[in-house]
């Protein structure tokens, strides 16, 4: 018989005690809110009962970047179905300039919800694989009014992160510090279905994944290690690689989870007062928890992502995820330069 998210966090919640049920609420309202994005996403040029959704929505998020009509649809999706549900004290998100307080109308709870409603969005109109990735903290202080500091925790204190892939088929993959399961969208049903467990990323891969058109801006330690793999079986690797990159981090991710990898988007030379393009807190934190509960590595080419205390909730971070001995590689080549 199969398994839906529901009858898998309320096993996890009775066998483990993993999942207060507070965290199972917030975690059923995040899928339902993929569910209704999902839905948008394949309607694309034909409209859904959330409005026209493709194109450019004409305004820019707080990182200067163009808003497409779906990011905002999605954002506005996820901030919907979770702010009347007592779960949570508040949201941030990549498509919003500060935190989304819970309103007073409604009860305060003590969860904290982070999300980047639609990763990937320069995807949209070519049909390509695009998603969500979200990642639930708690309030330090329960006693306290939340304020953005809240937010402000290292990766380590997540208590559940995910992401959901809206490609060929819906999948939804989570982490509450327990393995990593995904879940199939079954459209007929309406319900998500347990369909892997238990995911392993193996240790040592043939597949690599960079812009490889920012090669010339790269720092040495990339270019070095991106160099010995092209050189193939003649090089110092002595294997051949193959390279991928969908320009969605859920979708990349989501390869890297199925059959390993190494995923990566550093910093580079264009930027030296930033570091890297990806954000920490919604993409890098979530993705880094997911990736080292399948037995791989995240850094950012010194230290481990989730050991980074954060200073602000947009700021950005070089990443390196996937395969142990490839990230262990990379992140060694950086300690030698
Ligand atoms: P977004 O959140 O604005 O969609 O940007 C993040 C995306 C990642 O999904 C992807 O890995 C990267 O940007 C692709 O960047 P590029 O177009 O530079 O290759
Ligand atoms: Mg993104």
């Known amino acids: 018989m199969s398994v839906s ?11 483990k005690g993993l999942i207060p049920s507070e965290l199972r609420l917030l975690l059923e309202v995040v899928a339902r809110a993929c569910k209704s994005i999902s839905h948008a996403v394949n309607k694309g040029a034909l409209g859904s009962e959330l409005g026209d959704v493709m194109g450019s929505a004409g305004s820019e998020n707080v990182q200067g970047e163009v808003q497409k009509k779906l990011d905002i649809i999605a954002n506005d999706v996820l901030i919907e179905a979770n702010e009347w549900g007592g779960h949570l004290a508040a949201m941030a998100s990549e498509e919003m300039d500060s935190i ?3 309103p007073n109308r409604y009860p305060q709870g003590e969860y904290l919800l982070m999300f980047d409603p639609l990763d990937g969005s320069s995807n949209i109109e070519v049909n390509v694989s695009i998603g969500t990735i979200f990642s639930v903290l708690k309030k330090v202080d329960p006693s306290k009014g939340v304020s953005e500091d809240d ?3 290292p990766g380590t204190q997540q208590v559940a992160a995910g992401y959901c892939v809206y490609g060929p088929q ?10 990593v399961a995904m879940f199939t969208l079954d459209r007929e049903q309406g319900s998500f279905v347990l369909t892997q467990e238990n995911v392993r990323i193996p240790a040592d891969t043939k597949e690599f994944a960079i812009n490889m058109s920012n090669m010339r801006h790269w720092d040495e330690p990339v270019k070095r290690y991106i160099d ?7 090089g110092p690797r002595g294997k051949n690689f193959n390279m ?3 320009a969605s981090m859920v979708a990349d991710v989501h390869r890297i989870l199925t059959r390993g990898g190494v995923f990566m988007y550093p910093w580079d030379k264009r930027e030296p007062g930033k570091a890297g393009k990806l954000r920490l807190m919604y993409e890098a934190n979530p993705m880094s928890w997911l990736v080292e509960q ?5 850094t950012n080419g010194q230290q481990r992502i989730l050991d980074i205390q954060p200073t602000q909730l947009h700021q950005r971070v070089s990443v390196v995820l996937g395969s142990k001995n490839e990230v262990e590689r990379v992140t060694s080549y950086h300690a030698q330069k």
């Open 170 to 179: 819906t999948t939804l993959v989570l982490t509450v510090g327990d393995g």
């Open 244 to 246: 991928r990159w969908i």
């Open 228 to 234: 010995e793999c092209l050189q193939g079986e003649e």
């Open 5 to 15: 998210l529901t009858r898998y966090l309320v096993e996890q919640q009775r066998a």
């Open 151 to 153: 937010f402000l925790q």
């Open 294 to 298: 399948a037995g791989g590595a995240a």
């Open 100 to 102: 989304h307080v819970v």
